[in-house]
């Protein structure tokens, strides 16, 4: 068995600090179905390599089970390809970082593995990284980027939360949804509209092409956690009542039906993101997560931006969606802090924020 050296670890990490080398890192992120593969030289990102999974369509949702046995076809290929395309032989990587969780404990199991595997071969510190830090670590990826303490809205297909960011490591979630996350309003929503999944990407093309004309309940939450269940509820009795008096209804009004619905789910992101902002006296903020994605969210933001004099930071698409350039970003952080994983982690489907 190859022997890990702390001595080794802690030395590179010097030489690191003295610019002797530039820092290499392979990242992977496998925490639901996008198996992907980054490359980092000396905190810049240079090739973040994803690899979506289409097989899920067809069940209209993630089929755990499914996902995890693509993740272990996938995996080498898109390793094999975030190194060629950055010509970095495997050799040269001074650390491997991935997503410890959560995410689907099958998915997940792949990529720690992995990770886990290479770096003990190579003799090389492994860095275990939280998928939701990384989303809002995202915004180092490239400048501009927040102050801290800033403020960040992380909506994705599992997690809407607003979190107050005061370091990389010190992070407090003020408000959460106690119910569906954003990400699932978009996609169940449209699921009753007939998109295909997931249906945030496609309900946000067509809500371009419409008017928000039809009104949904909107929550009336205390605090700063989210609410989405009675706005899904009511976008369901809505539709049916129309159904009856017409079936072609939603075949008629599919764009102003998108546009009514994101603008709802708009709306109820806007109205606690805002409370938080006034009650912490924040106005460093930024978005992140598959949702962040949104033009209507992004169009809000840059509204916002004007009217309360915010600081917004909205990431580029591709660190938007899962991704691991995003885990890179989280990684070096650890890195030039020595903080390293050991051999004995084991992926955590819910681990702890
Ligand atoms: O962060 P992410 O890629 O995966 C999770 O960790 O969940 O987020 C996926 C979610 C899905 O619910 C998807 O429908 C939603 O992000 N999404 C969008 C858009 N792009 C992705 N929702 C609305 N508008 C978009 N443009
Ligand atoms: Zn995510």
């Known amino acids: 068995m190859v022997k890990i050296e702390k001595f080794s670890v802690r030395q590179n990490y010097t030489l690191y600090l003295q610019k002797k080398f530039l820092a290499i890192i392979l990242a992977i992120e496998s925490s639901c179905d996008d198996m992907s593969a980054a490359v980092m030289v000396d905190g810049v990102v240079i090739t973040n390599v994803v690899s979506s999974q289409l097989i899920h369509e067809q069940y209209g949702g993630v089929v755990p089970e499914v996902a995890s046995r693509q993740h272990l076809i996938d995996i080498v290929p898109v390793v094999e390809s975030a190194l060629s395309k950055s010509k970095i032989e495997k050799h040269e990587i001074n650390a491997v970082a ?4 959560p995410g689907l404990l099958g998915s997940l199991l792949v990529g720690v593995n992995f990770a886990k595997s290479l770096a003990l071969s190579l003799n090389i510190p492994l860095i275990a990284v939280h998928h939701m830090h990384a989303h809002i670590l995202s915004h180092f990826a490239e400048l501009p980027n927040p102050n801290f303490p800033f403020l960040c809205l992380t909506v994705s297909g599992g997690h809407t939360q607003i979190v107050k960011v005061e370091a990389y490591d010190q992070m407090t979630v003020l408000g ?7 990400g699932e309003a978009f996609d169940k929503t449209g699921k009753m509209l007939g998109l295909p999944y997931p249906a945030g990407p496609v309900m946000d093309q067509l809500a371009k092409q419409g008017e928000p004309i039809f009104k949904f309940n909107l929550p009336n939450m205390k605090g700063l956690d989210y609410s989405f269940s009675g706005f899904k509820t009511s976008v369901l009795y809505f539709l049916k009542e129309k159904l009856m008096e017409n079936p072609n209804f939603i075949k008629e009004n599919l764009e102003d039906l998108c546009a009514s619905i994101q603008n709802g789910i708009v ?13 912490t006296e924040i106005n460093e903020i930024a978005i992140a997560g598959g949702v962040a994605a949104n033009s209507g969210l992004r169009a809000a933001l840059e509204e916002l931006k004007m009217t309360n004099n915010w600081n917004v930071f ?3 698409m591709q660190y938007c969606t899962d991704n691991a350039g995003m885990i890179a970003v989280a990684a070096n952080f650890k890195y030039l802090d020595g903080k390293f994983a050991d051999q004995a982690i ?3 489907a819910k681990l702890k924020f």
């Open 267 to 279: 709306k109820i992101l806007m109205k606690k993101l805002i409370k938080a902002a006034e009650e």
């Open 98 to 101: 991935v997503t410890q969780g």
């Open 176 to 182: 959460k949804t106690i119910d569906d996350a954003a």
């Open 314 to 316: 909205i990431p580029k």
């Open 346 to 348: 084991v992926p955590d």
